[in-house]
């Protein structure tokens, strides 16, 4: 496969931006190899420089569930364009995407705009540190929730501890609050509560982001439980899973309601655009009702807001779309894991509405201690083998797959053909090493 122009195009890119990159993943730091550089996305595919097209299995990491230049979020963008490209004050668009979130996640009742979902989680949780007049927060190993610095926090030695910085210039002091408790795992977020002043748990209650692994339903009750008895604020972390694992996100296959919940991807259709929302009860002490502080010059900006109208009002209109994405995404997984099964490979898969992931690994996986037991070299591999037969899927081991609209049976089929012939390399070449 030629990348010759991505190659040059890279090394151009290292010489004035750090990595090459704007954000770390793209760099496939941990599947070796240059990445394509993309002129344009049309549906479910993707064009590099150099001409290659891909099938892509990434979406721009969620948001495109209509897949790249749909046309009616690209009609409604142009539209949105002619009147100017921002205001800095209140326009109706806003309350209308408020409107369509509100109507679809119970317990939200009002929502505020942000540009990106490590803004929406930041705030959100300053909001229940202010709500509940507690500093201390329960997050679990392996979410990812943005990168704040209260956020950026891994387990310390053992779970259910005061976390430490997972990036050096995160102070110690700003982590120091926040405690890390395993993910499926009730009694290390029990421990965490009776060793901390929490004022808040969030999570991912489909987590997406070390690898796909979805809650069971009794945690994420027993979760709520537990809220409730400390006086904590609950917060579902849907900026992946929002309008991606259903129309409700995580509330279309469970029951449990959070006090808050952040949104991203998705609502944004594709433009930098997110989301916090929650009980009035706790909205209502943000600024400037209350005394809760957090602003932005471009939140809410039209162009961003007009993309996510179009993207939410098409998901409304056509909810069947999420029971045909699911079948894809299954069909997908189940063809996936029996070729690897047929060359001797073990394979952990999961399918959540659009999102589908799956795990070179023996047993299955409940929690980030798990995952972290699966195979990266053998995926470092099948990832190239699926590159070079042009299937573009997650550069990690750790991230979520995402099916689009313009997907189709026989899409599918090209892309679990393709994980065949790389299963099948990958058993000769493990051959030829022993
Ligand atoms: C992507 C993501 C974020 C961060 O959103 P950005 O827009 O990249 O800042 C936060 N939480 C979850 C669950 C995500 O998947």
């Known amino acids: 496969m030629d990348l010759l122009h991505s190659i040059n195009d890279f090394n151009e890119a290292k010489q004035v931006i750090p990595g090459g990159v704007n954000s770390p993943v793209r760099a496939f730091k941990s599947v070796g190899g240059t990445p394509p550089f993309i002129s344009k996305g049309k549906g479910c595919h993707l064009f590099d420089a150099d001409g290659n097209c891909y099938i892509d299995f990434v979406q721009s990491w969620g948001p495109l569930i209509f897949g790249h230049c749909d046309a009616d979020i690209q009609k409604n963008v142009s539209l949105a364009i002619q009147n100017g490209l921002s205001f800095g004050a209140p326009t109706e668009l806003e309350t209308t995407l408020a409107k369509e979130i509100i109507s679809l ?5 009002k929502i505020r705009l942000v540009n990106s979902g490590t803004e929406a989680t930041m705030s959100a949780i300053r909001l229940a540190r202010a ?10 190993e392996g979410c990812y929730h943005g990168h ?8 310390g030695s053992g779970c259910a501890t005061f976390g430490f910085p997972s990036s050096p210039g995160v102070p110690k002091d700003f982590s120091k609050h926040t405690l890390v408790a395993r993910y499926n795992d009730i009694d290390s977020v029990k421990s965490c509560f009776e060793v901390g002043e929490v004022g808040c748990v969030i999570i991912e209650p489909i987590a997406g982001n070390m690898g796909l692994v979805p809650a069971d339903a009794n945690f994420l009750k027993e979760l709520r439980i537990l809220c409730d008895k400390y006086k904590a604020v609950l917060i579902f972390d849907e900026v992946m899973s929002g309008f991606r694992a259903s129309i409700k996100g995580t509330q279309g296959y469970y029951d ?3 006090d808050m919940a952040t949104f991203g991807k998705v609502i944004g259709g594709g433009m930098p655009l997110a989301a916090f929302g929650g009980k009035s009860e706790i909205m209502n002490i943000l ?5 809760v502080y957090q602003a932005g010059t471009l939140s809410g900006n039209p162009i961003a807001v007009s993309a996510g109208i179009a993207s939410v009002c098409k998901i409304k209109q ?6 045909q994405l699911e079948k894809l995404a299954n069909t997908l997984m189940s063809g996936f894991k029996n070729n690897a099964e047929k060359y001797g490979f073990s ?6 509405g659009s999102m589908f992931g799956f795990f070179f690994n023996n047993s299955t996986v409940k929690n980030f201690q798990d995952a972290q037991k699966s195979d990266t070299a053998l995926f470092a591999k099948f990832h190239q083998k699926m590159l070079e037969q042009k299937i573009y899927l997650a550069c990690s081991q750790f991230e979520t797959g995402f099916i689009c609209t313009p997907m189709n049976e026989s899409i ?23």
């Open 287 to 291: 600024s400037p009702l209350g005394s």
């Open 131 to 140: 709500y509940s007049q507690k500093d201390d927060i329960i997050k679990f």
């Open 412 to 434: 599918i089929q090209t892309a679990i053909k393709a994980a065949e012939n790389s299963f099948a390399q990958m058993a000769k070449d493990n051959v030829k090493r022993t």
């Open 318 to 323: 056509n909810p069947q779309i999420y029971p």
């Open 347 to 352: 394979l952990q898969t999961s399918v959540r």
């Open 105 to 109: 996640y119970e317990g939200i009742e």
């Open 148 to 155: 704040s610095d209260s956020l950026l926090v891994s387990a």
């Open 256 to 258: 449990t309601i959070p």
